[in-house]
């Protein structure tokens, strides 16, 4: 399933803020903005910053499996740049 062109994998959301995707993953778990399942809560995906899409594939042997995939808005993109660089302003 491809990304609308306003919205961005983790993975290359990571790429365009400067970090890596498993760091992105645990600083945005560490900041309570995704939860352990990597989904962002309600209120972020509330204020434009991420979607998460659902789809479904069939397994050969299991039938109808489901998935779901955080993506990225621009808006987030933007907000992830931000939250990352007062998180490093923080950190010196």
């Not at 962002?40 to 299991?62: R, T």
Request: positive net charge; hydrophobic residues 35%.
């Amino acid at each position: 399933m491809n990304a609308p062109s306003n919205t961005h994998p983790m993975k290359d959301a990571a790429k365009i803020v400067g970090i890596g995707s498993r760091k992105l993953f645990a600083f945005l778990r560490e900041q309570r903005v995704l939860d352990k399942a990597n989904v962002p809560y309600q209120k972020y995906i509330d204020q434009g910053y991420f979607k998460v899409q659902k789809g479904s594939w069939m397994h050969h042997e299991c039938g109808i499996q489901y998935y779901s995939r955080t993506v990225v808005t621009n808006n987030g993109i933007h907000w992830l740049s931000k939250l990352i660089e007062k998180k490093k302003t923080y950190e010196h």
